[in-house]
Each structure stands twice: as structure tokens, then as C-alpha cells.
């Protein structure tokens, strides 16, 4: 047998509490997010106490810089696994989520 | 790179991982404590009393369910905590996915200590394979690869998160509870062996193991992935339990075999049929003068109104279909049904071994059971356990 990946979506339905359509999923997506925006500005967070204890001037250093283009396709594939992780309950196919890299310029 | 767990089944974890399972943790946290506190505040200071004036009172968990439903606190409350549950599998799934090929190799490792007995021919009940039970995708029992550990793997990572903490370092609290309960309580009775039924990754297995040092410990449970990475577990901890795939509802061994039969969070997710052939089985595999436990959820009858409302949430939102039935049961009858004497029966609640220690621990045993927000259930304020059993005469 090929390892298959763990599913992320359970079976069956998933239960509206709220009376219009939609809100649970949408209040499923803020809380993914906001998982995520938690994790960014903790890594961040780190990075800068890192860079401090190297003497390190972030803020102006992070301003100068500029990306490669094996850079700049890592980064695109980042902000497709975000999306990806975002819109999960709403079923977001890996497909979709392609055509939007397709789609991305780099980082302006 | 940090490890999930001290023992080789353990996962590396990102920072990335860390900060999202930190991230889920709070939340539960969040939702456990003050979106149910607000819900609760809620029923007591303004949909209880309306009912009230009406001259309608809420007089059962049904009742109270239907009334707190259209009510904001409860859809909040419901909505976020299910979006947490999904979240908690989601957040550990990434890692266990990164490693499962190593996970699996180490898993096949000859065993030292105990031994792992797999049966490919059981078949599995449906109420294991029907259900993503407690919203866990796959469950226990989907085989993702040859020689699969996933599910066990996922089952140990999401204890971190689910429980923050309140099963104990190793979650092995409830098992060290209660063999240190009946170590400190029975001090004359000593079994040479015991049997843990649905023991899933065994983590309520090995402690039996540590209190009893000189019992031969076995451990069963259906779903294979499960039984795996217990026995790696184990045995990378260096503690021998023979771990078997057995159905406990008509399990392979003789007739009074063991001096311990229990059970930690087992029955609550069978059918009432298959409780009672368990049961029956229990009795059958217990030596005369042996006993039986169940850790589990308290009893409806014993706990106050408002608490078997919150109780049942998970039975119609958690997909966990069995679990009203159950804790609506009597559950002294459950036993007197399966063979036991109903004066034999014996029921109590525990503070938390690992938590309080053994001083502490050894006074407690002999107060008077308490049935209240903290019993049974999770709480990030603490917990008191509740279990339930007989001696076999
Ligand atoms: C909630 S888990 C038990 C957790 C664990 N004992 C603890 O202390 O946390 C339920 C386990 O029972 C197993 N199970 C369900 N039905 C079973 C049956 N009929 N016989 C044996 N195991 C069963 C499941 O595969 C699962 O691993």
C-alpha cells in the first residue's frame, strides 16, 4: 500500500448552529486565520529577538530587500497552503487553489 | 528540532506546529471556561427564570437544550467549540503526515519487552468504522499505509492539544488514578493480572504496569493503527503490556483469567447492546474475587440538572451517538444484568493521582464521592474522575 495522506475533512455533515447559511463555515474560516496570523507574528516575533541578539537592524534591512525567484515561487506556494488551510471547511480543492499561483505575480 | 512526546513514536514539531497547537489549546481552553461560563450565566440569569415566570420551568436536559438553541451564547458556543475539535486534528495531522514513513519503520521493530498480537480477520463493529467519532477523521481504524500507525499517532498528538494538560504528562492520569486508587483502598488485594479493554494507544495502560510491577498487564482494542504504535510506545518506555486486536464483546480469552478487568473511556462509545455483551464478557474473563472497573462519564442520576445539558452536547454535536444512552443508564443495573451482586457494586469520583500525589492522593480516598461541574468532565479548572465496578464473588 502507498502511504495516503491523514484526510483533513471528516465524514458527514457538519452541524448549522447559526440560522444563515454559511455563518458557522465563515466563522470556521476567522478562527483558521487567526490560528495562522498567530503563529506568523510568534515566528516573528522570535525572528526579530534572534536578529537583535546578532545586532541586527530588522526594519530597515527587511525594506531593501530583494527576492529571488526560487523566492518568490516558495513564497507563492505558502500563500497557496494558506488559502488551502483557510477554506478547508469550505472544501477548497487542491485545483483551485493551483489556478491562483497560476494566476500570482510575486510579492509587490 | 522539539519532539511531541519523551518516547521514539514522538513526532518533530516546527515552530510553525508549536504555535498552531498553542494557538488550539487556547481556544479550547477559551471555549471550555468562558464561552461555556457565558452560556451557563446565561441559562441561570435569563432563560431559566423566563421559563420560570411563564410557569414552564426547564426540568430536563432536553428541555433545556431546545430552550438554549435560538439563544446566541449556545450557537457561539457550539459553532467555535466544534470549529476547535476540527482544528485540534487538522493542527497535528501536518506532522504526523511529514513522518509517517519513519513512524511506521520504527514501529515494525522486533518487541523486547511485550508483545503485539494483530488479528487481520476481526471484523470491526460498526460503530467504529460508521462514524468519524468525536470529529476525527478516520477514527482509530483506517489504514493509511502497510503496518500504519496514523491513527495512533494522530490520537497521541491531539491528546496534547484536546486536553492541554489535564490528562497528565504521559495522559496517563486515569490509569494511574485508578491503580493507585485501588493499591491505596484494597491494600491486601494484589493481581497478578490484568486486562484493559479499548485501551486505544494504551497511555491508561502502561501505569497499570508501573503500580503493579509484578501483574502481567494486556491491553486490547479493534483498530489495529491504534494497537500499533501503542506497542511502540510501550515499549520504547520499557514497560511490558501484551497488546492484543480482540472485539471486547467477544473476546478470546478463557474463562476468569484475569484478577482486574477496566476500562477508561471505553463504554461511553458503544452501542447499549454491545455494553451489555461486554459486561457479560468481563465477567466471564474475571477470576472469582477479582473486580472490575470502568472510568467513565457520571451517571445522569447522579449529576445535577444544568450539567447533563452541557454533558450531552457532544452526543448531538461531537459525533458521539452512544453517549446519552449510556450515562442515561442505571448503571449498578448494567452490572447486576451482566452476572455481578448488586451489594457487590461500587462507584466513586477521584481527584486527579498524578496532580495531587500520593499524600494528598492516599487522605482523599476516603471522603465522600462528589458529583459536581468538575466531575467527568474537562475543564481547565481540573477534574475529578468518576469510575464504576464490582467485585466478582
Ligand atoms: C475513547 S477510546 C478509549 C480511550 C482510552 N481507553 C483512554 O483511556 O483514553 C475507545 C477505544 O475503544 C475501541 N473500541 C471500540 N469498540 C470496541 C470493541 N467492541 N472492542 C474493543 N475495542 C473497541 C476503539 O477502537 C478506541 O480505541
Known amino acids: 500500500m502507498s502511504t495516503r495522506r491523514i484526510p483533513r475533512k471528516r465524514r458527514g455533515q457538519r452541524h448549522q448552529f447559526f440560522d444563515a447559511d454559511g455563518v458557522d463555515e465563515v466563522l470556521s474560516c476567522v478562527l483558521r486565520l487567526t490560528s495562522e496570523v498567530s503563529a506568523l507574528s510568534e515566528r516573528l516575533y522570535l525572528t526579530e529577538r534572534v536578529l537583535e541578539a546578532q545586532g541586527l537592524n530588522v526594519a530597515n534591512e527587511v ?15 505558502e500563500r497557496q497552503r494558506l488559502i488551502e488551510t483557510v477554506l478547508a471547511q469550505l472544501g477548497a480543492s487542491a485545483q483551485g487553489a493551483e489556478s491562483i499561483e497560476d494566476d500570482a505575480g510575486g510579492p509587490s | 528540532m522539539n519532539r511531541s512526546h519523551d518516547h521514539d513514536m514522538a513526532v518533530s514539531l516546527t515552530q510553525h506546529d508549536r504555535s498552531r497547537r498553542a494557538f488550539v489549546a487556547t481556544l479550547r481552553s477559551h471555549v471550555l471556561q468562558r464561552m461555556a461560563g457565558d452560556l451557563r450565566q446565561h441559562f441561570e440569569g435569563t432563560v431559566g427564570p423566563e421559563h420560570e415566570k411563564l410557569g414552564a420551568p426547564l426540568e430536563s436536559p432536553e428541555a433545556i437544550h431546545e430552550a438554549l438553541k435560538p439563544e446566541l451564547p449556545f450557537k457561539a458556543y457550539s459553532s467555535v467549540r466544534t470549529s476547535a475539535q476540527e482544528m485540534v486534528f487538522d493542527v497535528v495531522s501536518d506532522a504526523v503526515d511529514r513522518e509517517l514513513e519513519t513512524l511506521n519503520e520504527r514501529a515494525a521493530q522486533p518487541a523486547k519487552k511485550g508483545s503485539l498480537t494483530l488479528n487481520p480477520a476481526l471484523p470491526l463493529p460498526k460503530s467504529v468504522t460508521g462514524i468519524d467519532v468525536h470529529l476525527s477523521p478516520g477514527a482509530y481504524h483506517e489504514e493509511r499505509a502497510d503496518n500504519d500507525v496514523s491513527a495512533g499517532a494522530v490520537y497521541d498528538n491531539s491528546i496534547d492539544v484536546f486536553a492541554f494538560g489535564q490528562f497528565g504528562k504521559r495522559h496517563n492520569d486515569i490509569g494511574a488514578t485508578l491503580s493507585n486508587y485501588l493499591r491505596l483502598k484494597f491494600p491486601e488485594f494484589v493481581p497478578t493480572s490484568i486486562l ?49 486486536q480482540m472485539n471486547a464483546t467477544a473476546m478470546d480469552f478463557e474463562d476468569e483469567q484475569f484478577d482486574v478487568v477496566f ?23 474475571l477470576k472469582p474475587g477479582g473486580v472490575l472497573w470502568q472510568m467513565e462519564l457520571p451517571p445522569m442520576n447522579a449529576m445535577p440538572l444544568y450539567e447533563n445539558f452541557y454533558m450531552n452536547w457532544d452526543t448531538y454535536y461531537n459525533n458521539e ?71 466478582k464473588r
Not at chain 2, 221 to 243: K, N, Q, T
Request: net charge negative; charged share 25%; hydrophobic share 40%.
Open chain 1, 63 to 77: 525594506e531593501r530587500y530583494a527576492l529571488s525567484e526560487a523566492e518568490e515561487s516558495a513564497l507563492s506556494a
Open chain 2, 196 to 244: 484493559d479493554c479499548g485501551c486505544t494507544i494504551g497511555h491508561n495502560t502502561l501505569p497499570w504496569a508501573e503500580t503493579y510491577p509484578d501483574a502481567e498487564v494486556t491491553a486490547i482494542d479493534v483498530a489495529a493503527p491504534v494497537l500499533r504504535y501503542a506497542h511502540a510506545r510501550a515499549e520504547s518506555m520499557g514497560v511490558p503490556v501484551d497488546f492484543r
Open chain 2, 263 to 285: 476500562s477508561s473511556m471505553f463504554m461511553h462509545e458503544l452501542p447499549l447492546k454491545h455494553i451489555q455483551q461486554y459486561l457479560k464478557e468481563a465477567f466471564r474473563v
Open chain 2, 321 to 391: 451517538p452512544y453517549y446519552g444512552t449510556f450515562r442515561k443508564q442505571d448503571y449498578r443495573r448494567l452490572l447486576t444484568d451482566a452476572g455481578f451482586a448488586a451489594d457487590d457494586f461500587i462507584e466513586a469520583t477521584m481527584p486527579r493521582y498524578t496532580f495531587i500525589g500520593e499524600a494528598a492522593f492516599a487522605e482523599s480516598i476516603h471522603s465522600d464521592n462528589t458529583f459536581d461541574t468538575l466531575t467527568g468532565r474537562m475543564d481547565p479548572k481540573g477534574t475529578r474522575w468518576y469510575g464504576f465496578g464490582a467485585w
